[in-house]
């Protein structure tokens, strides 16, 4: 049995007692029942992925950065020049993206993986390097990758995120780096929901109106060449995804079978998270989606795996931004569960 075939068996659904324990308890805390809103139903759902109530607290937390290169950037789906992808990771390594600014105020460990970055990264602190080839084919014209490629680029995110949780981290974020990336996500989107290019795609990094049609018709394009079968999720990722999809959904499935919850970022996670669900629909009990992007298609992939996002800042940066601002919010959930006073330890009247 594959390391994917052990971790798909290794996840299961929410203990169903866990998460009613967690529910009474709400019921009985000294505060108005509901009062707390979405917080009460992610602790619910914390307790029953946990298997106990109250669930372990949150924390440390980690994100893993999957990093790499596109062949559909060859088709002008954005004016960033692929060389960008390696130098970001330099940056993060270096401390100075934006998600290390948010990484060091919540104390959250940045780990940094090359799943397919097209050039040659030095050693570093903090980088784990786990190339399966350096950037996918132009999915345009052909398939991104094999199928044996996909599922190593899957095994990778198996691997990291079993790291991460034996070194001791109780919450895990997605991050992600690859120029041209928001292409192959819509791609991805369009297969496993039946929306068309149009309504998936968005602007990614800002292109004017020229290039979003332009990017549109790609899609369209790939679409149309590959016929992706949402039910061989495999063959779907193999076909217009990417390499750090493809680490993601891995993540995203380690994560799950290691019963511990991981916060979603942005379009990528939210496409990376179809390819998981497809293989596994249990997974979506270890994932909470941190926040709903600006790009279209983020939000018609949330609403097909029926997740709910946290927050709603209208970023579309990536990295594992808005998946760490979120944080908090799963934080203080399930403590609440732990450190808040019932009715009657507080000696609180009870509504009548």
Known sequence: MSLLERTIAAVGPLDPAASAAAAERQRRLAKPPGSLGRLEVVS??????????????????????????????????TPWPQEVTAQMVLNFLAGGAVVNAFARQLGATVRVVDVGVA?????????????????????AVEPAMSRAEAIQA????IGIAAEL???????????????????????????FTGRQAEA????GTGVDDITLRHKVEVVDRALALHRPDPADPIGVLAAVGGLEHAALAGYLLGAAAARVPVVLDGVIAGAAALVAAALCPDVLGACIAGHRS??????????????RPLVDL???????????????????????????????????????
């Open 44 to 77: 619910i759902q914390l307790a029953g992925l946990a298997g106990q109530c109250p669930p372990p607290l949150v924390e440390p937390v980690a994100t893993a950065i999957f990093a790499a290169d596109h062949g559909v950037h060859a088709q002008r789906v």
């Open 119 to 139: 050039g040659v990264l030095p050693a570093a602190d903090g980088l784990a390097i786990r190339k399966v080839r350096p950037g996918t084919a132009d999915l």
């Open 154 to 157: 899957i095994e990778v995110g």
């Open 165 to 191: 949780v034996g070194e001791g981290h109780r919450g895990l974020v997605t991050g992600d780096m690859g120029i041209a990336n928001t292409t192959a996500s819509a791609a991805l989107i369009a297969a």
């Open 200 to 203: 998936v795609t968005g602007r």
């Open 294 to 307: 600006a790009e279209p298609g983020h939000a018609i992939a949330l609403s097909h795996l029926t997740l």
């Open 314 to 352: 209208e970023l579309r940066l990536g990295e594992g931004t808005g998946g760490l601002l979120a944080v908090p919010l799963v934080q203080c959930a399930v403590r609440v569960l732990h450190e808040v006073a019932t009715f009657d330890s507080a000696g609180v009247s009870e509504k009548g």
